[in-house]
């Protein structure tokens, strides 16, 4: 069974203070790792996909990471716009559904 | 229109209602899903669409009937809900099964009395 575990569940920064958050996984085969952003009361927003290990995908602050074992999304600077909850999700081999995370809260404070 | 939308964006109903949720796509996707996110838990995916033909359920309680008439409509029917029902319903829509990403339309939030 695919699993996906997200730290921390909340993060709070000061404008300008970069840092990174931590999405770990199990799967059997992975076929894709998602990163997606989710305002309060709206639909997640896609940001990245991610295939194979070592890959890398960035845009404007943030930047996404991925190894055998976990990906790290990577947010530089961040302004208070930032703000909001990023999800994360996998597919494994044998699923053809996603399994997402319970997501980290980020709150950047002006 | 663009992307996933969904209507209503809020309802309220009592156990008793029958009522329907619609979303519908506009990126020419084969796939469609229904989602429930309830508050601090991650995304429960309960169905899924391949070319109009329902592949997943995830176990969901059959107060709840979905519909696709073609790849670009989907609905799911409520009925004789419970309160635990309450929640943000997410439809989502992507190429195909198997690599394509999943967009996200903007939910409906349910809450039943």
């Known amino acids: 069974e695919d699993q996906v575990t997200q730290s921390p569940e909340a993060l709070r920064l000061q404008e300008g203070e970069s840092s990174s958050l931590n999405c770990s996984y199990t799967?059997?085969?992975?076929?894709?790792l998602f990163w997606y952003r989710q305002d309060p009361g709206k639909g997640p927003e896609f940001l990245f996909t991610?295939?194979?290990a070592g890959e890398e995908k960035e845009k404007e602050r943030l930047k996404a990471t991925l190894t055998k074992k976990e990906s790290f999304l990577h947010i530089t600077a961040p302004k208070p716009e930032d703000s909001a909850t990023y999800l994360c999700a996998v597919r494994g081999g044998s699923a053809r559904q996603l399994t997402f995370g319970s997501g980290t809260q980020l709150t950047v404070l002006p | 229109e663009t992307g996933v939308t969904q209507t209503p964006r809020h309802l309220v109903m009592g156990m008793t209602n029958k009522k329907s949720l619609k979303c519908e796509q506009h990126?020419?996707?084969?796939?469609m899903y229904w989602y429930k996110q309830s508050a601090k838990k991650p995304l429960e995916l309960m169905f899924v669409?391949?070319?109009?033909?329902?592949?997943e359920n995830n176990s969901v309680p059959s107060r709840f009937s979905p519909e696709c008439p073609n790849s670009s409509h989907l609905f799911l029917h409520l009925h004789t809900l419970q309160p635990e029902d309450s929640a943000l319903y997410l439809c989502?829509?992507?190429?195909?099964?198997?690599?394509?990403?999943?967009?996200f339309g903007p939910g409906t939030r349910l809450l039943v009395l």
């Open positions: 991610l295939y194979s």
């Open positions: 669409y391949n070319f109009k033909e329902q592949t």
């Open positions: 799967v059997s085969g992975l076929r894709g």
């Open positions: 989502a829509s992507s190429q195909d099964l198997i690599r394509g990403t999943q967009y």
């Open positions: 990126l020419g996707h084969n796939a």
